[in-house]
């Protein structure tokens, strides 16, 4: 997979498009040369952008980052706050229409297989539950209750064509649900979490006291800086990535003292205390300023994508979710409803010079998003007289090279908007 990488504003309108949503879009999109052709243009470094957007200057007032965190948290844990869930039957039972597509290789999937994830999913009696929980791992949102994967063409190798159209999101470690649901066989829970709803392995859920959850919601929070981060309890290891907050309980000496969602012996979730260095984490929110934003951003840049958190990577819109958090910056879970969020400037009606000038004109750097159809970009300043954009794209094998290459940059293509979040 190619890397995150910054690139003209120009040429994203090229770029391929298949991050969040449910739009099987993604064969559409053909890369182009140019777009490999940036990845030497433009140094794949935030802090050099950082340095020419006034590095440490506030993003956002004091007043204006504790507002965030204060819808930030009535949105993580709006699930605990529901006395029942929202979602109808009809709209979980769709999914279980047709079968469609392929397991892998060539092999397709069969209505009899469908109809067996329907049978086992006990939709007669939905909802059957109305339970809090929390995610004890990072845990898969997916469209039906099965790990098995669902690819529009055939696939050998997935690594090659990470689209797999059960995957909704990666929830990470202590993210709050409501559990509405339990499939026949108790293997999977349908939930109500702050992103979506979707089917969750039971293996990846506890259920959560009021007690524990008032205790939660309660705590100052630390936010992770680093992916990959191990995390040991005596309940076993727990890795944990950016986009994770986790209750803090002590921040002195360097190191944070933080608690991490256990399923505890009687299979109801309890706290276990873990350590985690400055450099993994820090008390939420972070003060936003361009040198953090990039700081959070360099360590992302270079990683493969994948679509809803297939492999535990990032598509285009998990980026920008993620990259945020740390900030107290909520945003939706797919590109669409991500590229409606804050103040927003239309750029549908502009030519594609008045587009990018607008852009550098009216865009913040580091805190204004670019969306186009199906993509979600952040804008993060002017390099050499052209706008440049953080996100993340996937190119198809059979369009890559080793060899940058030139191309003509077509027209801007599908209509753009910008959000000043």
């Given at each position: 997979?190619?890397?995150?990488?910054?690139?003209?504003?120009?040429?994203?309108?090229?770029?391929?498009?298949?991050?969040?949503?449910?739009?099987?879009?993604?064969?559409?999109?053909?890369?182009?040369?140019?777009?490999?052709?940036?990845?030497?243009?433009?140094?794949?470094?935030?802090?050099?952008?950082?340095?020419?957007?006034?590095?440490?200057?506030?993003?956002?007032?004091?007043?204006?980052?504790?507002?965030?965190?204060?819808?930030?948290?009535?949105?993580?844990?709006?699930?605990?706050?529901?006395?029942?869930?929202?979602?109808?039957?009809?709209?979980?039972?769709?999914?279980?229409?047709?079968?469609?597509?392929?397991?892998?290789?060539?092999?397709?999937?069969?209505?009899?297989?469908?109809?067996?994830?329907?049978?086992?999913?006990?939709?007669?009696?939905?909802?059957?539950?109305?339970?809090?929980?929390?995610?004890?791992?990072?845990a898969d949102l997916r469209e039906l209750p099965t790990r098995e994967r669902r690819f529009t063409?055939?696939?050998?190798?997935?690594?090659?064509?990470?689209?797999?159209?059960?995957?909704?999101?990666?929830?990470?470690?202590?993210?709050?649900?409501?559990?509405?649901?339990?499939?026949?066989?108790?293997?999977?829970?349908?939930?109500?979490?702050?992103?979506?709803?979707?089917?969750?392995?039971?293996?990846?859920?506890?259920?959560?006291?009021?007690?524990?959850?008032?205790?939660?919601?309660?705590?100052?929070?630390?936010?992770?800086?680093?992916?990959?981060?191990?995390?040991?309890?005596?309940?076993?290891?727990?890795?944990?990535?950016?986009?994770?907050?986790?209750?803090?309980?002590?921040?002195?000496?360097?190191?944070?003292?933080?608690?991490?969602?256990?399923?505890?012996?009687?299979?109801?979730?309890?706290?276990?205390?873990?350590?985690?260095?400055?450099?993994?984490?820090?008390?939420?929110?972070?003060?936003?300023?361009?040198?953090?934003?990039?700081?959070?951003?360099?360590?992302?840049?270079?990683?493969?994508?994948?679509?809803?958190?297939?492999?535990?990577?990032?598509?285009?819109?998990?980026?920008?979710?993620?990259?945020?958090?740390?900030?107290?910056?909520?945003?939706?879970?797919?590109?669409?409803?991500?590229?409606?969020?804050?103040?927003?400037?239309?750029?549908e009606h502009l030519s594609a010079q008045e587009k990018e000038a607008c852009i550098l004109r009216?865009?913040?750097?580091?805190?204004?998003?670019?969306?186009?159809?199906?993509?979600?970009?952040?804008?993060?300043?002017?390099?050499?007289?052209?706008?440049?954009?953080?996100?993340?794209?996937?190119?198809?094998?059979?369009?890559?090279?080793?060899?940058?290459?030139?191309?003509?940059?077509?027209?801007?293509?599908?209509?753009?908007?910008?959000?000043?979040?």
């Amino acid at each position: 997979m190619l890397p995150f990488r910054l690139a003209l504003i120009l040429v994203c309108a090229l770029m391929l498009t298949a991050c969040g949503g449910k739009q099987n879009t993604h064969e559409q999109f053909p890369a182009s040369a140019t777009q490999l052709e940036d990845l030497r243009r433009f140094p794949q470094n935030l802090d050099i952008y950082a340095k020419a957007a006034r590095p440490d200057q506030p993003l956002l007032s004091q007043e204006e980052q504790f507002a965030q965190a204060a819808r930030f948290r009535h949105k993580l844990f709006g699930p605990w706050d529901m006395p029942k869930t929202s979602i109808r039957k009809r709209d979980v039972a769709a999914a279980f229409g047709k079968a469609r597509g392929y397991k892998h290789d060539d092999v397709r999937w069969t209505q009899p297989e469908w109809n067996a994830m329907k049978t086992n999913a006990a939709l007669a009696t939905f909802p059957s539950r109305n339970q809090a929980a929390i995610t004890i791992h990072n845990a898969d949102l997916r469209e039906l209750p099965t790990r098995e994967r669902r690819f529009t063409e055939p696939t050998s190798d997935p690594h090659a064509n990470p689209f797999d159209y059960f995957q909704y999101s990666r929830l990470p470690v202590g993210t709050p649900v409501l559990i509405a649901h339990t499939s026949r066989d108790g293997r999977w829970h349908y939930v109500e979490c702050p992103v979506a709803g979707g089917w969750v392995a039971a293996e990846d859920l506890a259920p959560i006291s009021e007690d524990l959850q008032q205790s939660y919601r309660n705590s100052a929070l630390a936010a992770l800086l680093r992916d990959k981060v191990t995390l040991t309890t005596p309940a076993g290891i727990v890795t944990a990535d950016i986009g994770t907050l986790l209750p803090l309980q002590n921040n002195t000496g360097g190191a944070l003292q933080a608690l991490l969602p256990v399923r505890g012996a009687d299979g109801w979730a309890s706290l276990a205390p873990v350590t985690l260095s400055s450099a993994d984490a820090v008390a939420w929110p972070l003060r936003m300023t361009p040198r953090n934003v990039a700081k959070v951003g360099n360590v992302i840049m270079g990683q493969p994508y994948a679509w809803g958190g297939m492999f535990g990577d990032r598509d285009c819109s998990a980026l920008t979710r993620e990259l945020f958090t740390p900030f107290a910056i909520w945003l939706p879970r797919n590109s669409v409803a991500q590229a409606r969020v804050g103040s927003i400037v239309p750029l549908e009606h502009l030519s594609a010079q008045e587009k990018e000038a607008c852009i550098l004109r009216q865009g913040v750097p580091f805190l204004s998003l670019v969306g186009m159809r199906g993509h979600i970009m952040l804008y993060v300043g002017n390099y050499k007289g052209r706008a440049a954009i953080f996100h993340d794209v996937w190119v198809p094998l059979k369009e890559r090279t080793t060899t940058p290459a030139m191309s003509s940059a077509k027209p801007w293509s599908p209509p753009l908007r910008q959000g000043l979040n």
